[in-house]
């Protein structure tokens, strides 16, 4: 079969397209790729919610998931398949008996989504890219950007206790390095101070989605469901995944 | 075909894939087509509307109707031919929306409604409609924010003050600045 002739211009993939999202950045040339490319580059700043969830819904729709049409089939991949499903056969067998249902801890694995880190200080002119390069700030923002929460947690507390006390969006994105290492207590304060007080107020609907996170994976539903409700209300990134979690407590939003 | 002995589709290009479909009908290398354009499509489409739900109805639209476009014709650069497609369909959804943000504000006699030129594009061609999209992306980062969510995302004043941090006041002047370079913008 003829194979097509290579490209003289790049093409984006769908993970250039996440890696944008992760980094808040464009990191590529544009002038080095193809027309569509340089297109759909247009694109990236309206990006709000996480590409992956955008790419796994249409993908669910138009019935590509777990195709299996994009590589050959091996017996290899046959047997997997028969153990996995055995094993899941297995676990449901137990699970159902035991009377188990999804804890809290897996329904925050399932449900957690980054949030990007604004640098409010840079966009308030009260602070600049070029001095920022080496203050523990910076460094913080980095690791929290590159989802080293254990590391950006250290970072964020000594920027917090030595060089900003009243910075209040790092104490926010430091809960959010606290509820990743299961520190739920404190993650949960920091939440709620947030939630009633938001440095900016954008801040307020993803400080009400970590607080109902949090209290998910601290089993405490019932204080997670009218924050999900609240939630649930508009049509953003929040509010949707609100409404997926509803769905998995099996409720509707406004219900 | 055995299903052990499937090509490598992710190694086929563009015309491969499109006749292994056309010929034998395989659903399998439809998909991979798909796939590799999924991102491209869905963020181009982005550029257009602004609003990722749109964005999202849009993108669906084209791959809905992929399968009987590639029966119907002949298509010799398909990367070519699909950002047409996708471009006519964002603009056909772009032109819904303003409609129904137009009747919307219409209803509540909305001053904003007033001197927003993409109104006035709404029974022009697609062209005017796109040179109006291009113009928002070149629109100050706060005009654009506020436009873009006031148009574009059909979010009210306050949901836009709430969301991006802005005063009410200063909302409203983000739109009426964004609104006046935007003319200027059109009238180059």
Redesign the interface.
Known sequence: ?????PKSKKN???E??KRFHRTGKVDVDPSRY????Q???????????D?EL??S???K??G?QD????????LRLIMTAAATIAILISVGYLAFFQGASVSGAEMYNTHFMPLSYVD?DIKRGTRTQSNASSDIKTQAIQAYTEEDYAKAEGLFQLHLSQTDPQDRTARFFYGITLLDQGKLKPAISIFEDTRNNPP??????PATFYLALAHIRQEQHEKALPLLQFLAN???RYGRKASEILSDYGLKPGS | MS??????????????LIELFKQRRD???L??L??R????????????L????D??DA??EV?ANLKNHLVRYQIDNF??W??KVTKTESLKVLKGRMKNRFEELSEKNDPALMEFPLFEALDDRNPELEKLSKAV?ELKEEQNRCI?AFYFQGMSYE?I?????FELSKVKSHLQNGKRNLRLQLTK
Do not use: H
């Open positions: 079969m003829k194979r097509e002739q984006l993939t769908k250039d397209f193809d027309a569509f490319s297109a759909a580059l247009g694109g990236v700043r309206y990006q709000k919610e590409p955008v790419f819904r249409m993908e729709q138009l590509l195709s299996g049409g994009a590589r050959s089939v091996s409010d900016v107020a954008a801040f307020k609907r508009r049509e953003d | 299903r052990f002995l499937r090509p490598k589709y992710n190694k086929l290009g563009d015309e491969n659903e399998a290398a998909n991979c798909i796939k354009y999924m991102s491209k499509v869905y963020y181009f489409s982005l550029s257009i602004k609003n990722q739900m964005a999202e993108a669906m791959w990367s070519a699909l950002m992306d873009v949901e003050a709430e969301e991006e941090g």
